[in-house]
């Protein structure tokens, strides 16, 4: 999941990056409204963490005007308890949920599951190829009935290709999507990880993740 967390109190936008990234998650920061608004309509994001008081657009005008574009990206507010009205105002404008500062990262992890399962609704959790079980919910991966550990981001990058089966996905794009950063792709980086994804799932793994010379990867539904 790549997330936005838009916070202008360093310390916690710190602390929310670094929870969230222990997690899995793809984190980008932006500590300024205005920033933060060209960002999100220009990026895909699965979802935003969006403070209220911010320099620049505050995020509520931020929030206002990605619903009145009709974009549905999943939005949960930070408020200061005493915040009592933006709160309501949030919620009316369209907001999926909010957290009143200081909370534990913990919850928020939970909140931004609950939100994307939410938005993913009829989107399949469990993906098979052959023997490959992949539970996207719970991120639990087995070949026939033996679980397989993979690290953060061979899992993600596993999630990437699997949600879209067919399609051939770029080094760059698996970049931007896993790493959450585009940068000089002379690198061999993605191609280690995927040898090495496809090692731990046996040896059937190169028919389902396929190499698609001078391009990237796609995955076959088999
Ligand atoms: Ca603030």
Redesign the pocket.
């Known amino acids: 999941m790549k997330v936005l967390v838009v916070?202008?109190?360093k310390r916690i936008a710190g602390f929310i990056r670094k929870g969230l990234e222990e997690h899995g998650f793809v984190v980008e920061c932006s500590g300024d409204g205005d920033e933060a608004y060209q960002l999100v309509t220009t990026q895909q994001y699965d979802a935003i963490v969006l403070?209220?008081?911010?320099p620049g657009r505050d995020g509520l005008s931020i929030l206002q005007n990605l619903r009145k574009q009709a974009n549905s990206v999943p939005v949960l507010l930070?408020t200061a308890r005493s915040e009592l009205d933006e709160r309501v105002e949030g919620l009316n404008l369209g907001a999926d949920d909010y957290m009143t500062k200081p909370f534990f990262v913990e919850e928020l992890v939970a909140r931004l599951h609950a939100l994307a399962r939410r938005v993913s609704g009829e989107r399949l959790s469990i993906l098979q190829a052959g023997d490959l079980t992949v539970n996207l919910l719970t991120r639990e991966v087995k070949v026939g009935n033996t679980p397989v550990r993979l690290t953060v981001r061979e899992f993600n990058i596993l999630e990437y290709l699997t949600r879209s089966p067919g399609r051939v996905l770029t080094r760059t794009q698996i970049l931007e999507h896993v790493w959450g950063y585009d940068f000089d792709i002379g690198t061999n980086l993605i191609d280690v990880h995927v040898q090495r994804l496809r090692k731990k799932l046996g040896p059937d793994a190169a028919t389902f993740i396929e190499t698609v010379r001078g391009v990237g990867y796609r995955f076959v539904k088999q």
């Open positions: 916070e202008d109190e403070d209220i008081m911010l930070l």
